[in-house]
């Protein structure tokens, strides 16, 4: 299909441009990052290239084993040289929705460890302001016990509907990789993000947000007609 390709493209082009010898690597979640990492496996094998890394998640550490690479952790490697991973959305300031995978904590702690965070995606990811082409709304993690009090304090101070994530293959709520929960806040207007960001961390109970606010150092979109776009 032409978004399957396109994700490859970017994939490709992120680890040609910024992955080289004697690097640890963040290595995120989702579909995009499968074509990264087949790339990675590659270039380590022809250019017998020393990289260790560090996964984002149980399918990161997956993909990680499964293409025979060399996995660690931030306890061996606290500081990454490079960070690459999707996103649900990017805003012309760079600012990311992430979580729609369920993954976005260990992301957002992966991605922050990071000298340089670049993030691979479709076309479709493409946008303006948050909410033009994502219409899941912001993934929430939260503690299980609080994901009720959580929700109406989104839905009070911030307005829009918080819902909480429910499984498909399971009977019940999507469990993280953490134990935790999941909200998906339906926002229903433009915020300042980078406040709003900081104020629903702050809600007692939340334990991240996929708000990737002034995060990303580079996006890669792979197009529809071919091309790889680099957005700065
Ligand atoms: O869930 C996540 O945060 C993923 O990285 C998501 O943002 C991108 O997933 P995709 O590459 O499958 O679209």
């Known amino acids: ?50 990289i260790v890394c560090v996964p984002t998640s149980f399918q990161a550490r997956q993909l990680i084993l499964q293409n025979g690479l060399v996995l660690s952790d931030l306890d061996r490697h606290p500081e990454l040289d490079v960070a690459i991973d999707g996103a649900d959305e990017v805003d012309s300031e760079l600012n990311l929705i992430k979580g729609g995978g369920g993954c976005l904590a260990q992301e957002k702690i992966v991605a922050g460890c990071a000298k340089s965070f670049i993030v691979i995606a479709d076309y479709r990811k493409d946008s303006k302001n948050f909410g033009e082409q994502w219409k899941k709304g912001v993934p929430i993690e939260v503690i299980p016990m609080a994901y009720v009090p959580v929700i109406k304090a989104l839905q009070s101070r911030f307005g829009g509907v918080a819902e909480l994530r429910m499984a498909v293959s399971k009977a019940g709520p999507v469990v993280t990789d953490n134990g935790n929960f999941l909200l998906d806040w339906k926002f229903d207007k433009v915020h300042e993000w980078k406040a709003v960001n900081t104020e629903i961390k702050m809600i007692p109970g939340v334990v991240d947000t996929g708000l990737f606010i002034n995060m990303a150092e580079r996006v890669y979109f792979g197009m529809e007609d071919g091309t790889v776009k680099i957005r700065d």
Do not use: F, P
């Not at 978004?3 to 992955?19: I, P, Q």
């Not at 963040?26 to 022809?46: D, F, P, W, Y």
């Open 1 to 50: 299909r032409m978004t399957e390709e396109a994700k490859r493209l970017a994939g490709c082009a992120a680890v040609d441009n910024h992955v080289k010898n004697n690097q640890a690597l963040g290595i995120g979640s989702g579909s995009t990052i499968v074509h990264a990492v087949n790339r990675l496996a590659e270039r380590v094998k022809q250019e017998n290239l020393n």
